[in-house]
């Protein structure tokens, strides 16, 4: 083999491919600055990106222009979240929730929150994720994290580059082609203010929820030995965390949503209802203290009984969302000490009237 | 560490590249070979720092044990020394790989109740071990003579090859060590490593990472796979296990080149192979090498008669079937590679007038078939894939589109499908009608700017994989 010919030589080479690789990179990189898929360095709310929150909700949290935070699971993605904005004047609210978001990740979005100085912050309780030990954030950390080896890592990352970018493109083509006039999917999929919902793959139906059901698909499992134990823990962590005492001037709203008598049943029937019902009355000991703080119940609301409001043992239609919404500031539904043991009654006779009801096909 | 990551790429090579030649003119050989050792132990410790003890051993107890054998003066307490260090040697491979088997096995078969232990194999063991064992051999034959405690120590742990090969012998890079000249930074050699560092780069971590996509979704449950999407998925696992491997062997001699040390090829088209036996001198070379020493030859080899040959290549398969795992899925794959071969073997003349076109796509067809075993968990979920392959209910090409699945970012079914199947024929164009392999490409180099561009595209491409890529393949051997 001859390398040392006159032509070429091996420094030449290096040379070459130096410059090249270092051009190349410049305009990879500058690419996904340029495009920004996951909201980065700057969100335009005009852009169509598909909105995947596990990604974008990093971005979305320090870049877009919003003085209210709604952090939650799936039982808030099904939200638009423009609600609120046509509700409370002034309002300019952003929805920070994922599928299964558990209470490491609420943190870690609480914190990016915290850090832009939000003064009304409300956040979802949902009680499964109370009874998880040993929960840790599974976003993408270099989405999260400051940094410039995090920025450099989105940049370079294969999500950004192989995946959203190509589709990103290729979406902003086909909207320009259609001339916006697209299935309400894809309007969903890239609308900030619905981020995460997945309304359009959801019937939202008693028959079709019942038929669920009874195929087997019910809920997250829940461990329940040594459930109270576990949730108390979680709770006291999770509250700890907050430093709500250190932030006298953020409003908290913890709000409740609103689960199915068909969950609560669900939750009966493999004996942890008790604990679910008083997990409420927990948490308003735990933060009454605070003045700036407020709870808020759903789970007493009527349409709990009527799955035509579900899409499945869980998650509430879009129509049910907007009310929740709509009364999220409704002194009505706000829970304290001396209120909570009614509301939880409420629950319990909602529930009973729901099983006595449905009991020709509810399983035994 | 991972060749195909940014520590590795842009921090730990560039470091101890410029550390290593940086004090070439200032300091001897054996401190440049501290270096090279300490930079390898890093390398090997950075995932599981708790195992570079037991390398450390391993290679003490070795190094002990060949001296010993070298410099006995009475045959039996050579015979000692060396018996002593092969038992060591399987013994250790034999706790850390195939203990919670054995026991495993022992509680199915007598219902005992024998309680298995979390062992964590270290990484590359099987393949130090091998190497030791093949070097112990050569001593002990008098083939071989014991270096100095660092070379030695840099034979087995020179990163390049520390955990996942080539299997490299002494006489392979020994006198390289050794060699004052090769201590000195090398331009064209540093140039024409970084060449096939970056193809086996590019076939890691853009090939053989996309093929993973396909084939985790396809093995996942294979009973829901339709005729179609198996056969996409066998496929997509045959080529994926010889991007990744072939992958990690390009970067592991470009890596050995740019320290001026040349490594034996270890890939070579092996899916061009017109038989299982010369498959076997194109696929994981230096395994065979290294099992043809250890098995093959102290078995009788050749010399014991017809039947006893064919009893000898059976055994080797069967080793390398356990070697690869301790499970039964891959001790019925080296056995079904054995049946092959020794069927190969009785006839080799009738095999011979076959055309040429048809042998390879029969072996590859049995090789593709076979990886089912390889990748599968249980033998039983290897079955009903190859029953889905071979003897379908119905001849359906559904879902193909599932094999694409990620839960990062969906595409319409269609697009997907179109994607899986456009990969796999670009695959497929590479690995069988490419005229020339990333070894030939290596050899005929020559550093043309165009090679440099598109070295440099290949490079950039492969850096945006960085962020998915898993470990290699052969790391789990």
């Known amino acids: 083999m001859d390398i040392s010919g006159k032509k070429y030589t091996s420094k030449g080479f290096l040379t070459v491919f130096s410059i090249s690789a270092v051009t190349l990179l410049f305009i990879i990189g500058l690419t996904c600055y340029v495009v920004d898929p996951f909201l980065q360095f700057r969100v335009d709310p005009k852009s169509r990106y598909i909105l995947n929150p596990r990604f974008v909700n990093g971005g979305l ?304 | 560490m991972i060749f195909s990551t940014y520590i590795f790429t842009f921090v730990f090579l560039p470091v101890v590249l410029i550390l290593y030649f940086g004090i070439s003119r200032y300091v001897s050989r054996k401190v440049q070979h501290l270096l090279l050792i300490f930079a390898s132990l890093v390398f090997y410790g950075y995932n599981h720092i708790s195992y570079v003890w037991l390398i450390l051993i391993s290679i003490s107890v070795n190094y002990i044990m060949a001296t010993g054998v070298q410099n006995a003066t009475r045959l039996l307490f050579r015979k000692i020394c060396f018996v002593t260090g092969v038992l060591f040697n399987v013994c250790l491979l034999g706790y850390y790989k195939y203990y919670n088997f054995f026991v495993d096995n022992i509680n199915t078969l007598f219902d005992t109740h024998f309680v298995l232990r979390q062992i964590i194999l270290p990484l590359g063991i099987s393949f130090f071990t091998f190497q030791q064992i093949a070097y112990l051999i050569s001593v002990n034959k008098k083939q071989e003579k014991v270096p100095g405690v660092l070379d030695y120590v840099l034979f087995i742990t020179f990163f390049p090859q520390l955990v996942a090969g080539p299997i490299v012998f002494s006489q392979d890079v020994m006198t390289q060590y050794q060699d004052d ?95 299982i036996t010369e498959f076997w001198k194109r696929w994981h070379i230096t395994l065979g090498r290294s099992l043809f020493v250890l098995i093959y030859i102290p078995l009788g080899g050749n010399r014991k008669g017809y039947a006893r040959t064919c009893f000898n290549l059976f055994a080797v398969f069967f080793v390398s079937g356990l070697w690869h795992g301790a499970a039964w899925t891959f001790v019925l794959w080296g056995s079904l590679h054995g049946l092959v071969r020794v069927f190969e073997k009785i006839f080799d003349k009738q095999l011979d007038k076959v055309p040429d076109l048809v042998r390879i796509f029969f072996t590859f067809l049995f090789v593709s078939s076979a990886l089912v075993l390889f990748r599968s968990l249980t033998v039983n979920d290897a079955l009903i894939m190859l029953k889905t392959m071979y003897i379908p209910d119905v001849i359906s090409f559904n879902e193909i589109s599932h094999l694409a699945f990620n839960t990062t970012l969906a595409y319409p079914d269609m697009m997907q499908s179109i994607f899986v199947v456009g990969i796999l024929l670009i695959v497929s164009y590479f690995v069988f009608l490419f005229p020339k392999n990333s070894i030939d490409l290596y050899n005929e180099f020559k550093p043309k700017p165009k090679i440099a561009i598109m070295s440099a595209v290949m490079f950039s491409i492969a850096v945006i994989h960085f962020s998915k890529v898993g470990a290699f393949i052969y790391f789990n051997f």
């Open chain 1, 61 to 364: 949290a320090k870049n877009y222009e919003y003085n209210t935070a709604l952090i939650g699971s799936s039982m808030v993605q099904s939200f638009d979240i423009s609600t609120l904005r046509n509700t409370y004047q002034g309002m300019k609210p952003v929805k920070l929730s994922s599928g299964g978001m558990n209470l490491a990740e609420m943190e870690l979005l609480y914190s990016i929150v915290q850090e832009k100085g939000v003064k009304n912050i409300i956040m979802n309780v949902d009680m499964p994720f109370f009874n998880q030990a040993g929960f840790v954030s599974r976003y993408p950390g270099y989405l999260y994290e400051d940094g410039f080896m995090n920025k450099l890592q989105y940049l370079y990352s294969y999500e950004a580059q192989i995946q959203y970018i190509p589709a990103n493109l290729g979406l902003e083509l086909y909207f320009k082609i259609k001339d916006g006039n697209l299935p309400d999917v894809y309007k969903m999929k890239t609308n900030i203010d619905q981020i995460g919902t997945e309304s359009y793959a959801k019937t939202y139906s008693a028959e079709f929820v019942k038929n669920y059901y009874l195929a087997g698909n019910s809920v997250l499992y829940q461990h329940v030995e040594h459930m109270e134990e576990r949730m108390d823990n979680s709770l006291t962590s999770f509250i700890a965390k907050l430093e709500i005492d250190k932030h006298k001037d953020v409003d908290y709203t913890f709000m409740f949503p609103s689960y199915s008598a068909l969950y609560w049943y669900h939750t009966r029937k493999h004996d942890y209802y008790s604990q679910f019902l008083g997990f409420a009355a927990k948490f308003i000991r735990m933060v009454e203290k605070y003045d700036n703080v407020r709870v808020v119940s759903f789970l007493d609301r009527n349409e709990i009984t009527d799955l035509n409001y579900y899409g499945d043992v869980t998650h509430f239609s879009p129509a049910l969302g907007d009310t929740i919404m709509t009364n999220m500031f409704n002194p009505k539904y706000e829970i304290n000490s001396s209120n909570v043991d009614a509301m939880t009654q409420r629950v319990d006779s909602l529930v009973d009237a729901f099983i006595e009801k449905n009991k020709d096909w509810l399983p035994k």
């Open chain 2, 181 to 275: 000249k090769n201590r000195f930074f090398n331009t064209d050699n540093f140039v024409q490593g970084l060449f096939i560092f970056i193809i086996g780069l590019f076939k890691k971590a853009v090939v053989a990472d996309t093929l993973n996509i396909f084939s985790s979704n396809a093995f996942f449950d294979p009973g829901s796979l339709s005729f179609g999407a198996a056969w996409l998925g066998s496929l997509a696992y045959t080529f994926q296990l010889f991007f990744d491997f072939s992958g990690y062997s390009d970067m592991a001699i470009g890596l050995g080149k740019m320290f001026n040390i040349n490594l034996p090829v270890n890939f070579y088209s092996p899916y061009k192979s017109k038989s």
